[in-house]
């Protein structure tokens, strides 16, 4: 007998035929024996529109009672899975983030989960019931109701998997497991049997929204086996773990973030602090920088250009518009129309030239890269936003991943 946690997403419970679906499922994973937690996500589209509904009334919703708001979608779709599945003769408990012993930082809307307090979910097991958890929440030391960001389900599911002991983290998701691209982007995307965590986090951070990087980070922290597969299909998924011998191909995948957004600071003075106190004030925002070119210096004056979400770029021209007058630089230019491509694959730690491949591959579609940033297993370029897809495919493409065999030296 095996301890699972089952994670299903948005569109697994996206209406009441799903819902009913997927209780059928949880329901025979319970009869072959196995104890089954269950996470659930808000039904798809409800987060949106919540967040939607909070800005239609203020432009700044305060945080707290956004967590509040936002955390009730999560509640609304796990008690109605574990209503259906007690009529369908299978015990089940449904509990709030709260409820299940989650406890997180104070950071609203992004917080961080600090511990379980496991006892109660261990007792529902231990009665025999299948335990119903609300994603995406918790609460913190105040007792105040928290959320885990956009994609927070899967870390629930994962810090549940983690500190129940769990055999194994299923996230159950509307595709058949990890893609070597977005299979709704690039329709010869493959599937990807097994992959590290390292890959997946990487992924995740680049704008592959299949995980949240969270949940792949606890994964591999506590060595928990992930997999994900479709709730449509119920076809094997993809395993996440620490990857076997997956070092020979050179590139696994291909990502984009249209989520990005370039702020440049033009005419800084070149001189030690200034990049510490341009950066030290964003993040104090909870702002998350991602890439960084400085120019080089000429007659003691740099310019300076990163890349923030979307989402937060106004707030981050301000605030860098602010630095900027004190420390006496010049104008902040601000462009959302960009985003980013990528390729990941840890393969490119024993490889040259992939680089020069990539960079080579855009030129022929003739596009033009803005920045670009390399790590030891990815390499990103920033890009006009309208040629996303058309460099996805490229890429995708140029690497041989469309085919069967895969990029090997
Ligand atoms: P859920 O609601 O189940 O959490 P998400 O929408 O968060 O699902 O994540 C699944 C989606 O991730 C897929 O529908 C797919 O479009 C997208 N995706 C992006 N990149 C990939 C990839 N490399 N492999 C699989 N899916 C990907
Ligand atoms: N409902 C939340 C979101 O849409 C969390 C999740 O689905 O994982 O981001
Ligand atoms: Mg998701």
């Not at 996440?240 to 990005?260: L, R």
């Not at 004190?326 to 980013?340: A, D, P, R």
Request: glycine share 8%; with cysteine.
């Amino acid at each position: 007998m095996a301890l699972i946690v089952q994670k299903y997403g948005g569109t697994s419970v996206a209406n009441i035929e799903r819902v009913r679906n997927v209780s059928n499922h949880i329901k025979e994973g319970r009869e072959k024996g196995n104890d089954i937690v269950v996470v659930i996500s808000a039904i798809a589209g409800e987060t949106d529109r919540l967040i939607n509904l909070a800005r239609s009334l203020s432009s700044h919703p305060t945080e707290r009672e956004m967590d509040l708001l936002l955390s009730s979608g999560e509640r609304i779709s796990s008690a109605l899975v574990a209503i259906r599945l007690n009529e369908i003769g299978c015990k089940a408990i449904a509990l709030t983030g709260r409820q299940s012993g989650i406890l997180t930082d104070n950071i609203h809307l992004k917080a961080r989960i600090m511990h379980i307090d496991k006892d109660r979910v261990m007792r529902y097991l231990k009665d025999g019931y299948v335990v119903v958890v609300a994603g995406f929440q918790g609460i913190n030391e105040k007792g105040e109701v928290t959320t885990l960001g956009r994609g927070g389900s899967d870390t629930s599911a994962v810090a549940l998997a983690a500190s129940l002991n769990a055999d194994k983290c299923e996230i159950y998701t509307d595709v058949d497991g990890i893609f070597t691209a977005d299979p709704k982007i690039v329709k010869y995307a493959r599937k990807i049997d097994r992959i590290s965590y390292d890959e997946v986090m990487e992924m995740s951070s680049l704008g592959a929204k299949v995980m949240q990087i969270r949940s792949v980070e606890l994964g591999k922290k506590y060595g928990v086996p992930i997999e994900v597969l479709s709730s449509f299909t119920y076809r094997p998924g993809t395993l996440i773990d620490d990857g076997g011998k997956m070092e020979e191909v050179v590139v696994s995948g291909v990502v984009s973030d249209k989520n990005q957004a370039r702020l440049t600071i033009t005419r800084v003075p070149d001189r030690p602090g200034i990049a510490a106190q341009i950066f030290e004030r964003i993040a104090s925002k909870n702002i998350v920088v991602d890439m960084i070119v400085q120019n080089v210096s000429e007659e003691g004056f740099t310019d300076i250009s990163f890349t923030v979400p979307k989402d937060d770029a106004d707030d981050a021209s301000k605030i860098a518009d602010e630095v900027s007058r004190e420390i006496g630089g010049g104008e902040v230019t601000l462009n959302k129309n960009v985003s980013k491509v990528s390729i990941v694959g840890v393969g490119m730690r024993s490889h040259w030239g992939v680089a020069a491949r990539m960079f080579r591959i855009l030129a022929e579609e003739g596009i033009n890269i803005k920045m670009i940033s390399t790590s030891e297993i990815k390499i990103s370029c920033i890009i006009d936003e309208k040629l996303t897809e058309s460099a996805v495919r490229a890429l995708h493409r140029g690497f041989n991943l469309d085919k069967e065999e895969l990029w090997v030296r």
